[in-house]
């Protein structure tokens, strides 16, 4: 387990942008896989974005690809997501996840970590 706080979330207009931080406790940040999910009010958590321990590898979902950016600085052991060209629909509550090893994933269940999560409204 990895403890994780995200931070950055608010309320935002419809095309504006956001960037989301994750600061993650421990020695090893640079081993883990990370991932973003989401999840709407009444609606199951999805895959928003993950990145391998370098940072040279990254993955997107369709529906946010072109506008969000996951990075990570391992020397401040922080993961962060740019989010541009915002919608109403990318409403909801943004968490980070950490996963044990180093190997990108879209699956929730693939990550053992999570945050507490943090509100993320875009309106129209």
């Known amino acids: 387990q990895v403890p994780l706080v995200e931070s950055g979330g608010g309320l935002v207009q419809a095309g504006g942008s956001l960037r989301l931080s994750c600061a993650a406790s421990g020695r090893t940040f640079s081993s883990y896989a990370m991932g973003w999910f989401r999840q709407a009010p009444g609606q199951e958590r999805k895959f928003v974005a993950t990145?391998?321990?370098?940072?040279?590898?990254?993955y997107y979902a369709d529906s946010v690809k072109g506008r969000f950016t996951i990075s990570r600085d391992n020397a401040k052991n922080t993961v962060y997501l740019q989010m541009n060209s915002l919608k109403p629909e990318d409403t909801a509550v943004y968490y980070c996840?950490?996963?044990?090893?180093?190997?990108?994933?879209?699956?929730?269940?693939?990550?053992?970590?999570w945050g507490q999560g943090t509100q993320v409204t875009v309106s129209s």
């Open positions: 990145i391998n321990g370098s940072g040279g590898s990254t």
């Open positions: 996840a950490a996963r044990s090893v180093d190997r990108m994933s879209t699956d929730k269940a693939d990550f053992g970590s």
